[in-house]
């Protein structure tokens, strides 16, 4: 049963700490994305590449986040430093060439 | 900006009822898909209609699209306390960058 798997499952880290969320996207599929769930702004697109390349990373404040894709079996997103407002669940989503969207469990960080 | 918009935002029904939920959205699509979380977890894909497809069943669920109105609506009928989850809408702007709504928040009572 293929499915997107993140980690950690949760991460409790204090103010301008790093923090890296991982994700291991469904074999086979050559499109990751990152969402962000806050209460207040619902479902964010953070960024999201295709065939390990960036497409489009508009989503992410540039000057604190960063998104790679070393190799196709790992996506990571790093926050570099973290600020409460940050707290947030992380969602990893992959895809193939259709429209649908895996997701894997999400990463609960909370920045203190 | 957000392209799809659900309403309501929350919905309280009792089971054995039908819930019945909107979305709303604003440019031209090639899909909608609509999606299902339960509190604490990820998403879960419950339905893709596209844009030529006007109503879409899978089991107790009837998704509808008008694209006249961009508009579609999902329909869950006989519904259980299991169903009780957050119900996102997601509409594709031509690429593969497409977003979610809000959504509304059903609540199974039993």
């Known amino acids: 049963d293929a499915r997107v798997t993140q980690t950690p499952r949760d991460k409790v880290t204090e103010m301008g700490q790093e923090v890296t969320m991982r994700c291991q996207p469904i074999l086979g599929h050559n499109t990751v994305f990152w969402y962000r769930q806050t209460m207040m702004q619902g479902l964010e697109l953070l960024a999201y590449?295709?065939?390990?390349?960036?497409?489009?990373d508009s989503g992410m404040p540039k000057d604190r986040f960063s998104a790679e894709m070393p190799d196709a079996t790992l996506a990571t997103l790093k926050i570099q430093p973290s600020e409460p407002r940050d707290s947030a669940v992380y969602f990893c989503?992959?895809?193939?060439?259709?429209?649908?969207?895996?997701f894997g469990p999400g990463t609960r960080l909370t920045v203190l | 900006s957000q392209q799809g918009e659900e309403d309501p935002q929350a919905l309280s029904i009792q089971e054995g009822e039908n819930a019945t939920m909107n979305c709303s959205y604003k440019t031209s699509i090639n899909n909608l898909q609509w999606y299902r979380q339960n509190s604490g977890r990820g998403l879960v894909h419950l339905i893709l209609?596209?844009?030529?497809?006007r109503e879409k069943h899978s089991g107790r669920l009837r998704v509808t699209l008008d694209t006249s109105k961009k508009s579609s609506s999902l329909l869950i009928t006989a519904s259980r306390a299991a169903d009780t989850a957050s119900y996102f809408c997601?509409?594709?702007?031509?690429?593969?960058?497409?977003?979610f709504g809000p959504g509304t928040r059903l609540s199974v009572l039993p």
């Open positions: 590449f295709r065939n390990r390349a960036p497409l489009d």
């Open positions: 997601a509409t594709d702007e031509h690429s593969q960058n497409f977003v």
């Open positions: 989503a992959s895809g193939d060439r259709g429209a649908l969207r895996f």
């Open positions: 209609i596209r844009s030529n497809e």
